[in-house]
């Protein structure tokens, strides 16, 4: 476990929040992790995500979505669209002095997503990483998922979800995860899966407003995530600088995949052509 130790960091909301200072900060990030796992991962796996963009000189901003980390709340339990509420006032609570930035990370991403669709204001770029949009729902997806949320929210969705061999081909990796008891690895609970789909509808309905300079990465073998939505996202977006990285082979986690250092180098790239 790596000795950096954030600070804590209050915003009007009720999650855990997370503050890393760069020695030499240029920019700053907030970052928003997946479901099931929580902030503070990113400081040892993803690459040592926190440490390296702190060495770029972004200052990084995190929270623990509800449910997760050091966040209360029944464990994996969250509403996806009242997330984004907690993302916006994280944004308001970050100074506004540096050029800020997002990313988000598979359900990270949806909420990231959502948070640039009702305020893309004050934003220099967004980074989402195997974002778990949707395609645009059914009628009947709609309806049944209202009614399962409503009997039982806290019951597991009647879909398959991966294990934990879908996050990455380093098995190194993967029996580090297994053995972190932080991390959720069970289905998707009937609430996150309704949320979901409220938030990619909403997501799909505001494209036109998206201008934002944004990078899709994704893996094409990744099970958790459909990387055929961030292709299609990609290309619904108004913004006129976007790119779309979709990685042969790759595995969810994509930071934390075999190919880490190929994805690490185009991140790291793409945000430094985009600090002012």
């Known amino acids: 476990m790596s000795n950096l130790t954030p600070a ?7 999650v855990a929040g997370y503050f890393f200072k760069a020695p030499k900060p240029k920019a700053q990030i907030l970052l928003q992790h997946g479901y099931g796992e929580y902030a503070l991962r990113y400081v040892d796996q993803y690459s040592k995500l926190i440490p390296k963009l702190l060495e770029q000189g972004f200052d990084v901003y995190a929270i623990d979505l509800q449910g997760h980390g050091n966040t209360a709340g029944e464990r994996a339990l969250i509403d996806v669209v009242n997330a984004v509420d907690d993302h916006l ?14 990313m988000g990370h ?5 909420v990231t997503a959502g948070s640039v669709v009702r ?3 004050n934003l220099e770029a967004v ?7 949707q395609t645009p729902s059914k009628g009947w997806e709609r309806s049944l998922s209202k009614v399962m949320a409503a009997i039982a929210p806290s019951g597991p969705m009647p879909l398959p979800r991966p294990g934990i061999e879908a996050l990455t081909r380093d098995q190194d990796l993967l029996k580090i995860i297994d053995a972190d008891k932080e991390m959720f690895t069970g289905k998707a609970k009937n609430l996150v899966a309704r949320t979901t789909l409220m938030l990619s509808d909403e997501v799909w309905s505001k494209v036109s407003s998206w201008v934002v300079p944004t990078l899709f990465i994704h893996g094409d073998q990744d099970t958790s995530t459909d990387h055929k939505n961030s292709i299609s996202l990609h290309e619904a977006i108004a913004s006129t600088d976007k790119t779309l990285k979709i990685y042969a082979g790759g595995f969810h ?3 934390n995949d075999t190919i880490a250092k190929t994805v690490e180098k185009d ?10």
């Open 8 to 14: 804590p960091w209050l915003i009007d909301a009720p």
């Open 89 to 102: 006032a994280a944004r308001d609570a970050m100074p506004k002095k540096l050029p800020t930035f997002l």
């Open 106 to 110: 598979s359900l990270g991403g949806i």
């Open 119 to 121: 305020n893309p204001e």
């Open 127 to 133: 980074v989402l990483s195997s974002s778990a949009m």
């Open 253 to 255: 986690e994509l930071l």
């Open 267 to 276: 991140l790291f790239a793409w945000l430094d052509k985009r600090v002012k």
